[in-house]
């Protein structure tokens, strides 16, 4: 069982569309956390939601916490080369032994 | 931010062979450090905890005598793939956090490939 669903797994756009990465599950989480990874490197932090409801922009990303504290989004606004990678959203529930429970990553393609 | 070393990047051993990773918190104390294997494209599968100044706690179907872990200090974490095969080829990546912290820094990972 999956406790976060991520979609989509796979994603090839052109340069400057814009998409949108979701994460869901039924459990409340006390944080969310996104991160992106290239290959061959380990991931990096991009940011950190907390409170429910939260938005939190980082240049072109902009990343929602559900009210609920369930489900978060990344949003990428005109979408360049760069920002091709594995993007990963982990939760964190208070309390599992600090382990984070991961989704399953979106392998995202910018396409020049 | 903080630092999280893992060394060696890559590591190239023979079938049978023992290889060590290191993880390093560089400028943090992390009494929890956590070991991960990545396939290709895929999310991050958790191995094992590794607790300072006691034993690892491992997930279910991870063999521990397999993939031996140390946690000797509090800015060091070992993980040791003993009499490897090829199977065990893969990436593998530490992350530490900050006691009491929410973030998760990540080493570089390891490309471990056994012939």
């Known amino acids: ?20 990465v979701y994460c869901n599950s039924s459990s409340v989480f006390s944080s969310l956390q996104w991160y ?15 409170t429910g409801g939260e938005v939190k922009k980082l240049k072109r990303l902009t990343f929602q916490f ?22 990963l959203c982990a939760g964190d529930r208070n309390g599992n032994n600090r382990k984070l429970i991961w989704g399953l990553g979106t392998s995202l393609a910018v396409n020049p | 931010g903080a630092v999280v070393s893992q060394h060696p990047s890559r590591v190239i051993c023979k079938s049978g062979t023992s290889v060590k990773i290191e993880c ?17 494209k895929k999310s991050l599968m958790l191995m094992a905890t590794s607790n300072e100044g006691s034993k690892a706690t491992y997930e279910q179907g991870v063999e521990k005598d397999k993939f031996l872990i140390n946690h000797a200090s509090l800015t060091l974490s070992t993980l040791t793939v003993t009499s490897a095969h090829p199977e065990d080829s893969s990436f593998y990546i530490c992350s ?14 390891t490309r471990l490939t056994v012939v």
């Not at chain 1, 069982?1 to 949108?20: K, R, Y």
């Not at chain 1, 559900?66 to 993007?87: E, F, P, V």
């Not at chain 2, 900050?98 to 990540?106: H, S, T, V």
């Open chain 1, 1 to 20: 069982t999956q406790l976060l669903e991520q979609s989509p797994q796979f994603l090839s756009i052109q340069e400057g569309e814009n998409l949108t």
């Open chain 1, 36 to 50: 992106r990874q290239e290959p061959g490197e380990g991931p990096v932090l991009l940011v950190t939601v907390v």
């Open chain 1, 66 to 87: 559900g009210d609920a504290r369930k489900d978060s989004s990344l949003h990428i606004t005109a979408a360049q080369t760069g920002d091709t990678g594995l993007y």
């Open chain 2, 24 to 40: 390093r918190s560089l400028d943090f104390q992390a009494t929890t450090m956590f070991w991960y294997r990545q396939f290709p």
């Open chain 2, 96 to 109: 530490a956090r900050r006691d009491g912290g929410i973030e998760a820094f990540f080493g570089q990972g």
